[in-house]
């Protein structure tokens, strides 16, 4: 019994071996079309709407999940989802954060995780993740190539090219299987009911988390129309979570999920004083209900999935102790991550030959940013900076960082997130951690919208670079999912976001 065992030990981990010399392989046999900017350029061509609300349709005589099928087909991927073991989030606030956490706790318990959200901040890279980290560009290219090449061979007047988000939730699916994650967490992009990812026949689990009124040109404008489409990733018989909602939603959510005999359940936000962590990783009071959800999901996945007992035996000293989590989901929730979401940025001076710039055009300033984008979440966005703000006057001001000589490549910002203490209302910062991109030279609150954070990293690189030279050289220049931007010949290549300057 012994030996062979460890036979087969022995057999995987070759079969792994060859598989990852074959993939570097495949990744040296790309041509030079086949680079990062190419796939940047190919993606834009899919972009179809040019503004929000546009209904302009794709074309071809199939409905959009209809040739999602098909596109799925074509790449030999649809009875494969089948065997995706799927956490399929919906919502109008929070899906990112509680995906996040999903994705966070089940790695800490053990499983290959996969993770895919929108949008992306800075690279589109970031709506994959493996384990935790963003796709490699060689995984990414390999992936995005075999999907593109198989599509364009198929398009036709009847099938067109699939629009953007359609071909990225193709791409997700196909990076997730080809990787045997062993739990995907999905998260939909826009409704739930006709979005692209409500491919996925049989999750193990759904959520649906704070509802409200967003992106009411295409989902209605009322919070039982806009329940409705978020209701529609119910499945028969799959049991759902969702958090406190309105009466409104949550009547539309609990007659749906009767229709299916769908067990719909309300997770309780997370209790701070007895989840046997010291902070969240994700700040402000509101996450407590994304974290809640989360903890939820992830404990029915493990239930569906046969691990929870598993999970439980490892857990007796926490049992007697009282603990409700076991220390795999604290863990998880305590360094969950995803940027852009009540997120603190400390600004440094800029390293020049070796030494800080101490002029008083230099930072050492600190930059409080948040994607709210409707109302609701506007109020929780302002209760958070409220809090950070009056922790931010005691805490202790970061240090530089180490001495370089001066490389746009080397400039880097130090990016931290806290969580709102209910007892004695500060925010208690979480490690530190470096972030490529430099940052704002202006103090500013991101309320709008996503794009404020990615205007930021930008200005930040162009007021230094002047500072430095007099003047900014050179050109810049981001078309589509571009990626880089250039300073005429005296600066190297750095990322940026996705949209024209």
Not at 79 to 105: D, N, Y
């Amino acid at each position: 019994m012994s030996g062979s065992r460890y036979t087969k030990m022995s057999s995987q981990v070759i079969e792994k071996m060859e598989n990852e010399l074959a993939f570097k392989g495949s990744c040296q046999d790309l041509p030079l079309s086949s680079s990062y900017e190419a796939a940047m350029e190919a993606l834009s061509s899919l972009i179809t709407r040019q503004k929000r609300g546009d209904r302009t349709p794709v074309g071809g005589k199939f409905g959009k999940l209809e040739r999602m099928s098909i596109y799925l087909r074509i790449l030999g991927l649809e009875e494969k989802i089948s065997g995706l073991k799927v956490i399929h989030v919906a919502g109008t606030k929070g899906k990112g954060s509680t995906c996040a956490f999903c994705e966070a706790i089940l790695r800490e318990c053990g499983f290959r995780t996969g993770l895919f959200t929108s949008p992306h901040l800075i690279d589109v890279s970031e709506r994959f993740r493996l384990d935790g980290l963003d796709v490699s560009e060689d995984k990414f290219l390999i992936y995005f190539w075999d999907c593109w090449s198989q599509l364009k061979e198929n398009v036709s007047e009847d099938l067109p090219m699939p629009p953007l988000f359609q071909f990225l939730t193709i791409l997700a699916f196909k990076i997730f299987i080809s990787e045997q994650v062993d739990v995907a967490i999905i998260e939909v992009g826009l409704g739930g009911k006709k979005d692209s990812t409500n491919v996925i026949k049989e999750p193990v689990v759904c959520g649906i988390t704070s509802l409200g009124l967003d992106h009411m040109e295409a989902l209605g404008n009322t919070l039982g129309e806009i329940a409705s489409h978020k209701a529609g990733i119910f499945k028969p018989q799959i049991p759902a979570f969702t958090v406190p909602q309105l009466s409104e939603a949550m009547d539309v959510l609990e007659e749906t999920a009767g229709g299916l005999m769908v067990p719909l359940q309300v997770a309780v936000p997370l209790d701070i004083q007895r989840w046997g962590g010291d902070t969240l990783s994700l700040s402000g009071d509101h996450q407590l209900v994304n974290a809640g959800l989360a903890v939820s999901l992830c404990k029915c996945w493990l239930q569906r999935t046969g691990n929870w007992e598993k999970l439980l035996e490892k857990k007796q000293d926490e049992v007697a102790a009282g603990l409700e989590l076991p220390p795999a989901f604290v863990r998880g929730l305590s360094t969950a991550r995803l940027s852009g979401r009540a997120q603190i940025v400390h600004d440094t001076p800029l390293m020049f030959n070796g030494s800080a710039d101490t002029s008083e055009n230099s930072g050492e300033l600190t930059f409080y940013l948040d994607g709210a984008h409707s109302p609701e979440s506007m109020e929780a966005c302002a209760r958070w900076f409220s809090g950070a703000t009056k922790a931010n006057k005691t805490s202790t001001p970061l240090s530089s960082p180490p001495s370089t000589s001066f490389n746009v490549l080397n400039m880097k910002s130090f990016w931290g997130n806290g969580c709102l203490n209910y007892e004695n209302d500060c925010v208690q910062s979480s490690n530190k951690m470096s972030k490529q991109g430099p940052i704002s030279q202006r103090l500013c609150l991101s309320l709008a919208c996503q794009r404020i954070i990615k205007s930021l990293l930008v200005l930040r690189l162009l007021h230094q670079i002047s500072l430095l030279l007099g003047t900014c050289r050179g050109s810049i220049t981001s078309k589509g999912f571009g990626r880089r931007l250039y300073m005429g010949k005296m600066f190297p290549w750095t990322k940026v976001p996705r949209w024209t300057v």
